[in-house]
């Protein structure tokens, strides 16, 4: 580390090297397996640092795994459904330590799953406040669901039908299905 570095720029370059270890670590082993020795280890820092910045094991886990939302504030139906379908070759493709830590670890460790639950429902609200419908959280609980389990079923079960399938030809079938939960009226 270079001493004639501010000590904040310092200091954000550890709590960044942590996260990128944490991340790594916890998509790799998952939440239970991933402890902060090991994590402190990987950024060759020492464990009582690690606590210092983050205070928990949950914390530094919330901190790893929290995406930011990618969905327009203003969309169509068909923006919408676009939007989600452009995201399955992100999906079949390599996805961020923070995500596969969040899969990896969402249903066996409790407070995992209220960090998975906490990004699905922003999802799952933003998806809700561009459908027009009396059950709009509804179609957006089955639209973020139905992209969940693609993404399940093709990183962490490794399904032969979905890891062999293009990505324009999983969006091609899952188009009209996108289409009536988000179209007003059907």
Known sequence: M???????????????RILDEARRLFAER????TTIRAVAAAAEIDPAL???YFGSKQELFSKAVKVT???PEHAEPDEIVEHVLATI???MGELPQSTLAMMRS??????????ARESLNGQIDRIAGLVKTDDARLRAALVT???????VGHQLLELDALREAEPEDIARVLRPALRALTITGQ
């Open 2 to 16: 270079d001493d004639r570095l501010p000590r904040a720029e310092r200091r954000r370059r550890t709590e960044a």
């Open 30 to 33: 998952g939440f239970e397996r």
């Open 145 to 151: 669901s139905i992209m969940l389990g693609v993404t």
């Open 69 to 71: 939302p990618v969905l």
């Open 50 to 52: 690690v606590m210092q």
């Open 89 to 91: 070759g992100l999906k």
């Open 106 to 115: 969402m249903l066996t460790h409790p407070e995992a799953a209220v960090s």
